[in-house]
């Protein structure tokens, strides 16, 4: 069964980290960009970064660019979020997503393959 499963979401103060992991079972995550998205409570879902395959390849929105970074490990079949300097407008359920393409970024426009269920992140003093 081909599942990705979110990690490491939480209760954080304004301007610290949590960092969320992204696991894959039944397949190989090596072949598939990574996508994080949001989404708040009332508001449409966002697109926050990506990854290439390879992992040579990241894109972010300007809402978390210099704040948050995208990694992966492909041996470990996970991709991580590292979410520095968090504010209360960055609480929402953040989701992975896979998608089949391998070479380049696979941008946060294009329709994704997988989906997690999503991991709470709320920031609150």
């Known amino acids: 069964q081909l599942q990705l499963v979110e990690s490491g979401g939480g209760l954080v103060q304004p301007g610290g980290s949590l960092r969320l992991s992204c696991a894959a079972s039944?397949?190989?995550?090596?072949?598939?960009?990574i996508g994080w998205f949001r989404q708040a409570p009332g508001k449409e879902r966002e697109g926050i970064s990506c990854i290439s395959n390879s992992g040579g390849s990241t894109d972010y929105a300007d809402s978390v660019k210099g704040r948050f970074a995208i990694s992966r490990d492909n041996a470990k079949n996970t991709v991580y979020l590292q979410m520095n300097s968090l504010k209360p407008e960055d609480t929402a359920v953040y989701y992975c997503a896979a998608v089949l393409i391998v070479g380049s970024s696979p941008g946060l426009e294009r329709p994704y393959d997988y989906w997690g269920q999503g991991t709470q992140v709320t920031v609150s003093s």
């Open positions: 039944g397949f190989t995550l090596g072949y598939y960009g």
